[in-house]
């Protein structure tokens, strides 16, 4: 069995990531008191589905994120568990790729260039070079890349590929690597609708490929947040729901808030977490709501 094929076979190999009680509290600076971040977070995500993190601006999301791919920053601490299969998650792991909200790339470069540059640096040394031209042409392909694979990506005083081009790259640079779970920090933050449409549907099929995705992203529309399977809203660091994307509306509903016919559900959740936080989590606390996956 080559390379390609043992990199196939071990993607499918199930996962479970599982956080318990997670905590995260931001160390005191000139005398001023510490600050949680996160307040006993607790959740879990399995392969083949993609979670949305979503919640009003310093609600957590970029913070959960960090603690559950292992990059906290060091005047922060963490208490809780985050486990990979049952086992803590250790620092490094391959399993795991985090994709930033900023695209760092040459804008000399072709779209293929850098897919190819990047992969002779991750991918295993004794891989030939006709191994990982299949690799950066599936990927290409997979990503919807193909089209502009000989376009230069741009900078300031050179014109190249478009934003939503940029943010899919850079998706195809993390799976080059074939993770089990892959972390976002907002993929959609400056795209318009079509191109943030095209990068979920993206994160999407990576997901239903035998991944765990979770992204974080900030009022999505309907047809994107239609694209997500599960979903956890934050609000002042406190999980306000979590479980199946499509059982959110009936949540509000139930405490209360129901969501307004042709309303965005994504945009009246913020507005409800915003508003009337302590009614919907005294809700939550009666009525813990968890995914039911079948």
Known sequence: MDLLANVAVENKRRVCLVWEDLTVVASSVNNS?????????????EPNRIMALIGPSGSGKST?????AGILPTNVSMTG?????????????????????????????TVKETLTYAA?????????????????????AEMGLQDSADSRLGNWHLRGISSGEKRRLSIGIEILTQPHVMFLD???SGLDSAAAFYVISSLS????????????IHQP???????????????????????EATM?????????????????????????????FDSVAALMQSKKVSVSHT
């Open 33 to 45: 008191p510490k600050r949680e971040l996160l307040k006993g977070l607790s959740g879990y995500a």
């Open 64 to 68: 959960v994120l960090a603690a559950l």
């Open 81 to 109: 568990n985050v486990l990979l299969n049952g086992t803590t998650r250790s620092t490094g792991c391959r399993d795991i790729s985090y994709v930033t909200q900023e695209d760092y790339f040459l804008g000399t470069l």
């Open 120 to 140: 002779h640096l991750r991918l295993p040394a004794d891989m030939t070079k006709n191994e990982i031209d299949k690799v950066v042409t599936k990927i290409l």
């Open 186 to 188: 907002e993929p959609t």
């Open 205 to 216: 099929n990576i997901a239903h490929d035998g991944r765990i995705v979770i992204c974080s």
């Open 221 to 243: 529309s309907g047809e994107v947040f239609n694209l997500f399977d599960d979903l956890v809203l934050l609000a002042g660091g406190e999980s306000v729901y979590f479980g």
């Open 248 to 276: 959110a509306v009936k949540f509000f509903a139930d405490a209360g808030f129901p969501c307004p016919t042709r309303k965005n559900p994504p945009e009246h959740f913020l507005r409800c977490v915003n508003s009337e």
